[in-house]
């Protein structure tokens, strides 16, 4: 089944909530000593980039404030480098970067429900 642009942005909005809920506020140490928050958060992040780098390149093109590549790449470090994790960059993107994220798929997923009405 493919999904649909829309349907990608609000899991990526759903998914980052949940990383916020899993570990948000969690210190990189804390992180480090507390695998389920940890893997919760981890696995949250994944989806977001897998589901934004498959949004398409119209949607991408309309959301210029999200670091599109940035998060794809977190992604691919997350699936495919695990081992080089760095807890305190999940630790800041989980503190600074989620809530600027959100709110800018807040304001694509309103902009795509405008354009496909």
């Excluded at 089944?1 to 990189?28: E, I, K, T, V, W």
């Excluded at 949004?55 to 480098?81: M, Q, T, Y």
């Excluded at 807890?87 to 809530?99: F, G, P, Q």
């Excluded at 994220?101 to 496909?116: G, N, S």
């Amino acid at each position: 089944m493919n999904r649909s642009d829309l349907r990608r942005l609000r899991d990526a909005r759903d998914f980052a909530r949940h990383a916020q809920y899993n570990a948000g506020g969690l210190s990189a140490e804390v992180l480090a000593d507390a695998p389920q928050p940890q893997h919760a958060a981890l696995y949250d992040l994944a989806i977001v980039g897998e589901t934004l780098n498959r949004a398409s390149a119209a949607v991408k093109r309309a959301g210029p404030a999200i670091e599109w590549r940035l998060v794809a790449d977190l992604r691919n470090l997350i699936v495919h480098a695990y081992w080089q994790i760095d807890l305190e960059i999940i630790a800041d993107v989980i503190k600074n970067r989620l809530d600027p994220l959100i709110e800018e798929l807040e304001t694509l997923i309103a902009f795509v429900e405008r354009t496909e009405a």
